[in-house]
């Protein structure tokens, strides 16, 4: 082969390989990526009645993080408020309050804990209400959590997540007058924050 085929041959492979890439990470940069699972990724590593997981729906949601951008994540919901949580995340994203991560919890090892002190925003989890034997309403998908550092609950007086307080300058805390709330409350979602014994600031549910 001469060495000027040799050349074209190199920038031709080059440049069939370079401009889609390049074109695709533009893309990525737009907006960023939090949670991209298939539904079986997403309901893996647990024992989840097999009714119950065909209840299921992962909805893709994008909403503005604390660094200002947009990002992508994803929320595993009872199929009958995938619809809800969609309109919802719309309202969300349009008003820029800030959401920090939504990442089904199966990436924090079905554990609530890891996932509010990483302040992630989830909804399905097959548990109980914590410190009782009650099933949760996550445990059917239809409460989610939002920004658990900032919409810590409070019990007796204490946070969870360990050492979060609930502080309405905050950016990302949901005040009754916030658009989170309005969104939620709007179609008929509780809020946790509204209970009277345990004030659960992340928490919304729908029956
Ligand atoms: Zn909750």
Do not use: C
């Amino acid at each position: 082969m001469k060495r000027i085929t040799f050349y074209i041959l190199l920038i031709s492979i080059f440049a069939a390989f370079s401009l889609p890439g390049r074109s695709g990470s533009v893309l990525q940069n737009k907006v960023v990526i939090d949670s991209r699972m298939t539904l079986e990724e997403a309901t893996s590593g647990l024992k989840i009645p097999s009714p119950l997981k065909k209840s299921l729906s992962l909805v893709s949601v994008n909403y503005y993080s604390f660094d200002g951008r947009l990002h992508e994540g994803q929320v595993l919901v009872q199929s009958k408020l995938a619809g809800e949580i969609r309109e919802i995340f719309r309202e969300i994203e349009e008003s820029r309050f800030p959401v920090a991560k939504v990442v089904p919890i199966v990436k924090y090892g079905w554990s609530d804990s890891l996932s509010m002190s990483d302040n992630n925003t989830s909804a399905f989890n097959y548990r109980l209400v914590k410190g009782t034997k009650v099933m949760s309403a996550h445990a059917t998908g239809r409460a989610i959590d939002i920004n658990p550092l900032q919409n810590p609950q409070i019990k007796r007086g204490k946070a969870s997540p360990l050492g979060a307080k609930y502080d309405i300058k905050v950016p990302g805390t949901i005040t009754p007058s916030s658009p989170v709330a309005k969104a939620f409350t709007r179609r008929g979602w509780k809020w946790g924050a509204t209970w009277r014994s345990t004030k659960d600031y992340q928490h919304f549910e729908k029956k």
